[in-house]
Nanobody, 121 residues
Framework: QVQLVESGGGLVQPGGSLRLSCAASGYIGSVYDMGWYRQAPGKQRELVAAITSGGSTNFADYVKGRFTISRDNAKNTVYLQMNSLKAEDTAVYYC???????????????WGQGTQVTVSS
């Protein structure tokens, strides 16, 4: 089994910053793409940012210039640094990772439990 455990969410004022972390653990062979998605009340889950095992990144237009994504491959951990936060960034943020276990031929998509980010004064 593979688990993704997120941390770092919370309440922050507009213009503030938060850093989310997500660590993959368990029976891991290889970790491929990792990323962050978010889901606001009444809306569909959407991609925020993603990063390949080689470090290539992809961002949603609405976070470009404000958020950065990074990873520590030795720790199977991905980070999301969120700066200049806005009220519309309020959502539950989910970690995502594509992981192959040592016994699986194919990789599978795994999700964390989600962490709440609330931007409010």
């Amino acid at each position: 089994q593979v688990q993704l455990v997120e941390s770092g969410g919370g309440l922050v004022q507009p213009g503030g910053s938060l850093r989310l972390s997500c660590a993959a653990s368990g029976y891991i062979g290889s970790v491929y793409d990792m990323g962050w998605y978010r889901q606001a009340p009444g809306k569909q889950r959407e991609l925020v940012a993603a990063i390949t095992s080689g470090g290539s990144t992809n961002f949603a237009d609405y976070v470009k210039g404000r958020f950065t994504i990074s990873r520590d491959n030795a720790k199977n951990t991905v980070y999301l640094q969120m700066n200049s936060l806005k009220a519309e960034d309020t959502a539950v943020y989910y970690c995502n990772a594509i992981v192959r276990t040592p016994v699986d031929e194919n990789p599978y998509n795994y999700w964390g439990q989600g962490t709440q980010v609330t931007v409010s004064s």
